[in-house]
Structure formats: C-alpha cells, structure tokens
T-cell receptor, first 109, second 116 residues
Framework: RKEVEQDPGPFNVPEGATVAFNCTYSNSASQSFFWYRQDCRKEPKLLMS???SGNEDGRFTAQLNRASQYISLLIRDSKLSDSATYLC??????????FGTGTSLTVIP | NAGVTQTPKFRILKIGQSMTLQCTQDMNHNYMYWYRQDPGMGLKLIYYSVGAGITDKGEVPNGYNVSRSTTEDFPLRLELAAPSQTSVYFCASSYSTGIGGDYGYTFGSGTRLTVV
C-alpha cells in the first residue's frame, strides 16, 4: 500500500468555484502533514502545513482527520492562478517525507 | 539568500556515463534530500542527510551515491547511467529538530536528466 494516496484528477473548475482535494495516508504514526503546490515544470513549493485543529490561510483551508487518516485541502473562490498540481505530503517518524502523486487543478475562465 | 541551488538544469547522458548533480544551500539547514520525479508519479526519495558526514538511503537509492562533507553541499552521483534514471531530480533542504519540528522545507529548481 502506498504511503500517501491522492486522487490525480484532473479537476477542471470555473473561476469562483470551491474545490476540495483529499489525501489518505497509511502510517497511523505519521507526524506532520503538508500541502505543496507544483506548477508545470517547476519545483514544489510549500502551500501550507496541516494542523490537527485545522487551519486556514486566506482562501485555503486544510484539515486533518487522524482517526480516518486523511487530510483535505479546500480552495474557495478559485482563481486562474490556482491552476497547478497540489501535492499531499506526510512525514513519518523516521524523518522521511512521503509525497502523493498530486492532484491536477485547472481553473477555467 | 539564494536558497537551494542545483546545477546543471538540463543534461543528456549516454548509457554507462557518470555524472554528479550538484546541490548547495545557504540557509544553514541541517537536513538535505534528493528526490526524483517521474511523469505522473510522486516524488521518490533517493537519499537524505541529517547533517554533515551522515547520509541515509531513501526509497530508491540503487544506482546513486551521495556525500555530505559540508552543511551546504549535498552532491548526487550517478556512476553508470541507465535509461531508467531519466527523470527530474530535485534537491531539498530543511531545518529539523528531529522531534516533529520541521521548518523551511525548500526545493531547488530541479535537474532534468535524460539518459539515451
């Protein structure tokens, strides 16, 4: 079983829409959780960390459900500039980070 | 700060050739990592280092070697290039307390390697 699994999409949504991505992880002892954004042919960049209590950064909300071992990312009021691949990242107790394959988002005018 | 700098950005190798991918960071991060990313696949950890003089294998270490003689540099060596090593390689660094605190996880801009 993969450490981290994501729906690859693609998600094609109109501007202004709300879109949500989910990600599941297999190791119940995983310690830290992140969402990264990767633009085409570019390096991944940290979008936000995910905390147990949930956290929000502007139009982005991340949540963690340890009991069900999944994390989610909600994007409200989608902008064209949100088009990218979103990577779910999980850090286990061995200090290794595991990346999902990414979910592709295209925001359509 | 330049962050994480990788060179070269692109390279074409012939089967059996060797090369070193360079990675340097100027953020005084203790942890450094090498990943490869194949089309439609997630990033796979090749090797990582928790400090100068210490390296550990990741998920896909076969065919690669690393060294960490200084905090700043973490070169990745391919000894006998094979077509299966065609990929995009990313170096990353972070400051980690080792007990769940991870800060500033930063990637380099990548090296696109083709082995023919």
């Amino acid at each position: 079983r993969k450490e981290v699994e994501q729906d690859p999409g693609p998600f094609n949504v109109p501007e202004g829409a709300t879109v949500a991505f989910n990600c599941t992880y297999s190791n119940s002892a995983s310690q830290s959780f992140f969402w990264y954004r990767q633009d085409c042919r570019k390096e991944p960049k940290l979008l936000m960390s995910v905390y147990s209590s949930g956290n929000e950064d502007g139009r982005f909300t991340a949540q963690l459900n340890r009991a069900s071992q999944y994390i989610s990312l909600l994007i409200r009021d989608s902008k064209l500039s949100d088009s990218a691949t979103y990577l779910c990242v999980v850090k286990n107790t061995g200090n290794q980070f595991y990346f999902g394959t990414g979910t592709s988002l295209t925001v359509i005018p | 700060n330049a962050g994480v700098t990788q060179t070269p950005k692109f390279r074409i190798l012939k089967i059996g050739q060797s090369m070193t991918l360079q990675c340097t960071q100027d953020m005084n991060h203790n942890y450094m990592y090498w990943y490869r990313q194949d089309p439609g696949m997630g990033l796979k950890l090749i090797y990582y280092s928790v400090g100068a003089g210490i390296t550990d294998k990741g998920e896909v270490p076969n065919g690669y070697n690393v060294s960490r003689s200084t905090t700043e540099d973490f070169p990745l060596r391919l000894e006998l290039a094979a077509p299966s090593q065609t990929s995009v390689y990313f170096c990353a660094s972070s400051y980690s307390t080792g007990i769940g605190g991870d800060y500033g996880y930063t990637f380099g801009s990548g090296t696109r390697l083709t082995v023919v």
